[in-house]
């Protein structure tokens, strides 16, 4: 891999959003390192970039965080960061399994902490760097059925935007982003084996409109991107409602999926 070239290091890159991350960044001219856990997802994407690093890894796992992070700190052209690694659970909190729990809460929390901790090291001595955590619009809610996953979410967004301010608060040029998608057309929902025909096609985005509307946003210092209007508008709205027709609303999505 040239060394000359700044790298951009993208977990969960085998699909979806990571995935497109990793080919809209390639032809930015970045090297890529390509984290997931499926190594032939990976090798394929590698092959088709030509110019990308293949490290498997299960981000849920220390001694794997352990090894991404030496890797990061070994990097010193590492100039982007997307920490997009993540997975979703559905059913009451306490009726779910805690291991599933815990291991989401290692993905979505602790090694975002480790590697986005890792490579800031680097970017803010050299003054230049990005870092693009994937959140969810679902950080601003509190719906029953994905305690945790929401829960994860909003503290990916608090943060985010606590770095903004520390980066800024020293001078620092490295610009980070929590990047809030909605619906978006990629394995997650699938894998969480949500029948996609119930939910209004208004809704749904491609991962390619949800990356492009992140770098953008970025160009943009941007801090909380919300891709799509429909959801920029309902996050906006809900902010705003008091806390008891928050609630009203939440129990309302739960009555029904307790229906489902």
């Not at 080919?23 to 088709?48: F, H």
Request: with cysteine.
């Amino acid at each position: 891999m040239n060394q000359q070239r700044p790298l951009a290091l993208v977990t969960g890159a085998s699909s979806g959003i990571g995935a497109v991350f990793a080919r809209r960044l390639a032809t930015r001219g970045y090297g890529l390192l390509l984290v997931a856990r499926r190594k032939d997802r990976l090798e394929q994407l590698a092959a088709e970039l030509g110019n990308a690093e293949v490290l498997v890894a299960d981000l849920s796992a220390a001694s794997d965080v352990r090894r991404i992070e030496e890797r990061i700190v070994a990097a010193q052209n590492l100039d982007f960061l997307v920490n997009n690694a993540g997975f979703g659970t559905l059913g009451r909190f306490w009726q779910a399994d805690v291991e599933g729990q815990d291991l989401m809460h290692r993905v979505h929390v602790n090694a975002i902490v480790r590697l986005t901790h890792a490579a800031l090291r680097g970017m803010v001595a050299r003054g230049r760097g990005n870092i693009i955590n994937v959140s969810s619009v679902a950080a601003f809610l509190h719906n029953p059925f994905n305690v945790g996953y929401g829960a994860t979410k909003a503290w990916i967004n608090s943060f985010t935007e606590a770095l903004h301010v520390e980066l800024r608060s020293v001078g620092s040029p490295v610009r980070v982003q929590a990047l809030c998608p909605g619906f978006t057309h990629s394995e997650f929902h699938d894998r969480l084996g949500i029948d996609r025909s119930l939910i209004p096609r208004s809704l749904w985005m491609t991962a390619e409109e949800v990356v492009e509307r992140s770098l953008a946003g970025l160009e943009r210092n941007e801090l909380i991107v919300i891709p799509g209007w429909r959801y920029r508008l309902l996050v906006g709205i809900y902010y705003w409602l008091p806390r008891f027709v928050r609630h009203a609303i939440a129990l309302k999505y739960g009555s029904l999926r307790n229906r489902g």
